[in-house]
């Protein structure tokens, strides 16, 4: 028998993040993320995503012991922009058991229904701007920052439970190097233009700089399959975060004639950097962790954002301002002495994207699964 028990977004949460250990004994692809910063994501006191939306938590329990978890969620700028009556299931983690995943799945419909939802689509952690998508591809890769890790039978047991796929998208591996030809042809060419500057973010102006980071987001991916808009709350929460960990030589802002054009930042892999402390600060892994950012340095890290306005993405003079987003990216790694880092996640259908990340030299080497399923009519 399986028990399943609803927990409240902020409650009690410690076989909610601790049942990880669980699921991926043995797994040595797998890094816990940190307990605190997991808790803060759930907590509707700390992550602005509750302004907009709303959730809960689930544990499955056999034998006495936590086998599973998952979370619910509504967000209402999603049902705003698209009225499709879709609503989300994250955080789903579980031991290889058909019965589990059935039923908190059930667990999260349930909830989902009883607020006028249609649709449940997932794992989404807990919006489309965190963690995305099940791991159906690269399990031997361990995760980078803010991405998902599964058991390889995860997915299938999702689809056991009447889902489908919805969209997978991709994830890249860089390798910080001499860029190409083409690239370097690139971004010469779009550096010799008079009306172009360069720049990169600043702790002066982080605020500053990430409104313009959600600014270019909106305007940049308002297209994308699933886009929902940052918030300025969330662009606050961001420079908040930002302003422990960035390093400005992984961020790059193009203008065109003093008009912000293109921006793109990468962020230390955090998970790199906590692998060994099985998701706690405490007693000592504060003091790690400090050392391995700020003395040793990271030797990896993920491209968080990478967008040019839509104004200047068909305008063919322009045509290379990705090249030189990324070529200027890569130049800063190299100073700080980085070896590799991850680009992602992009759309499987989104040919120029992918085809200029190739073009930069990534591969991809992960992929991960979107579900949905009807739970009302059909």
Same mark, same amino acid.
């Given at each position: 028998?399986?028990?399943?028990?609803?927990?409240?977004?902020?409650?009690?949460?410690?076989?909610?993040?601790?049942?990880?250990?669980?699921? #991926?004994?043995?797994?040595?692809?797998?890094?816990?993320?940190?307990?605190?910063?997991?808790?803060?994501?759930?907590?509707?006191?700390?992550?602005?995503?509750?302004?907009?939306?709303?959730?809960?938590?689930?544990?499955? #329990?056999?034998?006495?012991?936590?086998?599973?978890?998952?979370?619910?969620?509504?967000?209402?700028?999603?049902?705003?922009?698209?009225?499709?009556?879709?609503?989300?299931?994250?955080?789903?983690?579980?031991?290889?058991?058909?019965?589990?995943?059935?039923?908190?799945?059930?667990?999260?419909?349930?909830?989902?229904?009883?607020?006028?939802?249609?649709?449940?689509?997932?794992?989404?952690?807990?919006?489309?701007?965190?963690?995305?998508?099940?791991?159906?591809?690269?399990?031997?890769?361990?995760?980078?920052?803010?991405?998902?890790?599964?058991?390889?039978?995860?997915?299938?047991?999702?689809?056991?439970?009447?889902?489908?796929?919805?969209?997978?998208?991709?994830?890249?591996?860089?390798?910080?190097?001499?860029?190409?030809?083409?690239?370097?042809?690139?971004?010469?060419?779009?550096?010799?233009?008079?009306?172009?500057?360069?720049?990169?973010?600043?702790?002066?102006?982080?605020?500053?700089?990430?409104?313009?980071?959600?600014?270019?987001?909106?305007?940049?991916?308002?297209?994308?399959?699933?886009?929902?808009?940052?918030?300025?709350?969330?662009?606050?929460?961001?420079?908040?975060?930002?302003?422990?960990?960035?390093?400005?030589?992984?961020?790059?802002?193009?203008?065109?004639?003093?008009?912000?054009?293109?921006?793109?930042?990468?962020?230390?892999?955090?998970?790199?950097?906590?692998?060994?402390?099985?998701?706690?600060?405490?007693?000592?892994?504060?003091?790690?962790?400090?050392?391995?950012?700020?003395?040793?340095?990271?030797?990896?890290?993920?491209?968080?954002?990478?967008?040019?306005?839509?104004?200047?993405?068909?305008?063919?003079?322009?045509?290379?301002?990705?090249?030189?987003?990324?070529?200027?990216?890569?130049?800063?790694?190299?100073?700080?002495?980085?070896?590799?880092?991850?680009?992602?996640?992009?759309?499987?259908?989104?040919?120029?994207?992918?085809?200029?990340?190739?073009?930069?030299?990534?591969?991809?080497?992960?992929?991960?699964?979107? #579900?949905?399923?009807?739970?009302?009519?059909?």
């Amino acid at each position: 028998m399986v028990d399943i028990r609803q927990i409240p977004m902020g409650g009690k949460a410690d076989d909610f993040l601790g049942v990880v250990d669980t699921v #991926y004994r043995g797994d040595p692809a797998y890094i816990r993320p940190l307990d605190m910063l997991v808790k803060d994501q759930l907590n509707p006191r700390k992550n602005p995503f509750f302004q907009e939306g709303e959730g809960v938590m689930f544990c499955a #329990y056999s034998g006495g012991s936590c086998v599973g978890r998952i979370t619910a969620q509504i967000d209402r700028l999603h049902l705003s922009r698209y009225n499709d009556q879709t609503g989300f299931f994250g955080f789903i983690d579980t031991i290889d058991d058909e019965a589990v995943v059935r039923e908190l799945l059930a667990g999260a419909e349930a909830w989902l229904r009883s607020k006028g939802i249609k649709r449940v689509r997932g794992p989404i952690s807990l919006n489309s701007k965190e963690e995305f998508g099940c791991l159906v591809e690269g399990f031997e890769h361990p995760p980078y920052l803010m991405t998902p890790h599964h058991r390889p039978y995860q997915g299938g047991l999702i689809e056991k439970a009447g889902y489908v796929k919805a969209k997978d998208v991709f994830a890249w591996k860089y390798l910080v190097g001499e860029p190409n030809a083409r690239v370097r042809r690139a971004q010469e060419e779009m550096k010799a233009l008079p009306e172009i500057s360069v720049r990169t973010a600043s702790f002066k102006t982080l605020q500053e700089d990430i409104n313009l980071l959600v600014d270019v987001y909106n305007d940049a991916w308002s297209e994308n399959w699933s886009f929902v808009p940052a918030t300025a709350a969330e662009g606050r929460q961001m420079a908040s975060d930002f302003r422990l960990i960035l390093l400005p030589e992984i961020t790059c802002i193009v203008s065109i004639d003093g008009e912000p054009a293109g921006i793109a930042i990468a962020l230390p892999n955090l998970m790199d950097l906590v692998r060994d402390l099985r998701g706690k600060l405490l007693p000592l892994g504060f003091a790690k962790l400090l050392w391995r950012l700020k003395v040793e340095g990271p030797k990896t890290a993920r491209l968080f954002m990478l967008g040019i306005r839509k104004k200047w993405r068909h305008v063919r003079k322009y045509a290379p301002l990705s090249l030189l987003l990324y070529a200027e990216m890569n130049e800063g790694a190299r100073r700080l002495g980085m070896k590799e880092g991850e680009l992602g996640w992009t759309l499987e259908d989104n040919g120029p994207v992918n085809t200029a990340i190739r073009m930069m030299g990534g591969t991809q080497y992960k992929r991960y699964r979107i #579900y949905e399923k009807m739970v009302v009519g059909a």
